[in-house]
């Protein structure tokens, strides 16, 4: 009997300790969050490991996606190129392949996070045309371009009197720490610090990082191809507003302009913004205002796997 309630009792006690564990696991801020946008990867046998010349064998050649980001990749947006191999000596009429299907994002709703949608992009009745004398070993390469997004939250402190200090004021203006939240995606922004910058006005600094193995491009770049385009590598466009657009945004590196395109340089680009306070309420204490900061942009990623195409001797 003592046995049985010993069990009883570590038996709750595994389920309450994997409850909690399960529990701290769950994101509190309003983002699941994360680095990744579309997780990729061949599907296992496609292609194989191994194929036999002369029209001997067909197989396919098939790319798996699953957003575990959270955007909501609309149709038509995620395409893949495939390269390392001839297309033509392969058998494949057209290298390129468009995602029809939109891929909908990961998501958090209260304490469940839902997961995003997957798809695969196929490559179908591949087949080596040609008569070998010997075997040889090449790869396959699948180029994917996908347009996605990141939707930041953060916030200022904001006063008519940027330069006025009272002891009464709900915030402080000049603030090395602020809090920033960033939607699950490769592109992050980081680092945010307020500093008054005149009597009526704020300035937001903040850093955009490229945290994913990928390179970003504007979000016009690919329409059916994914293939690299040099001079267009490293940008993106930013757009940084506050919550109740009532307050002006400029940023210098957006000539002036609260929307714009960028460029990094090895993953990163600091930017500098300033909030006039024009508009905020006279003789008023400081308040927080929410700052929107949205980077959109076009992601690529590539992978790679071995193949070895056999001598049939036929």
């Not at 490991?49 to 990749?73: A, L, M, R, W």
């Not at 002036?256 to 006279?282: M, V």
């Amino acid at each position: 009997m003592k046995k049985r309630i010993l069990f009883i009792f570590l038996l709750a006690l595994m389920l309450l300790i994997v409850g909690c564990a399960q529990k701290a696991e769950t994101p509190t801020g309003p983002f699941v969050g994360g680095e990744n946008g579309l997780e990729i990867g061949y599907v296992s046998g496609e292609p194989p490991e191994s194929v036999f010349d002369n029209n001997q064998e067909d197989f396919d050649i098939t790319v798996k996606v699953e957003n575990v980001g959270e955007f909501d990749i609309p149709a038509n947006k995620v395409i893949a190129t495939l390269s390392g191999i001839s297309a033509p000596d392969f058998s494949i009429s057209n290298p390129n392949i468009i995602l029809k299907n939109p891929l909908e994002g990961t998501h958090k709703v209260n304490s469940e996070i839902i997961k995003g949608d997957e798809d695969e992009l196929r490559f179908e009745n591949a087949k080596y045309k040609h008569d070998l004398v010997a075997d040889f070993s090449t790869s396959v390469r699948t180029d994917i371009c996908y347009l996605y997004e990141t939707k930041t939250t953060t916030k200022a402190c904001l006063k008519r009197k940027a330069t006025q200090r009272d002891i009464d004021d709900a915030c402080q203006v000049n603030n090395d720490n602020i809090r920033v939240d960033n939607s699950g995606a490769p592109i992050q922004i980081s680092g945010v610090r307020e500093r008054s910058a005149g009597t009526n006005e704020v300035q937001l600094t903040f850093t955009v990082e490229n945290r994913g193995s990928g390179i970003t491009y504007p979000p016009d770049t690919f329409t059916n191809t994914c293939v690299r385009k040099k001079d267009k590598e490293d940008r993106l466009k930013i757009e940084v507003r506050t919550g109740s657009n009532r307050h002006t945004v400029k940023c210098a590196q957006l000539n002036d302009g609260a929307t714009g395109e960028i460029k990094l340089s090895e993953n990163k680009r600091p930017l500098r913004c300033t909030i006039s306070t024009n508009n905020a309420p006279e003789g008023g204490g400081a308040f927080e205002e929410p700052i929107n900061i949205i980077a959109s942009y076009f992601y690529k990623n590539a992978i790679t796997t071995p193949l070895d195409v056999q001598d049939s001797e036929e």
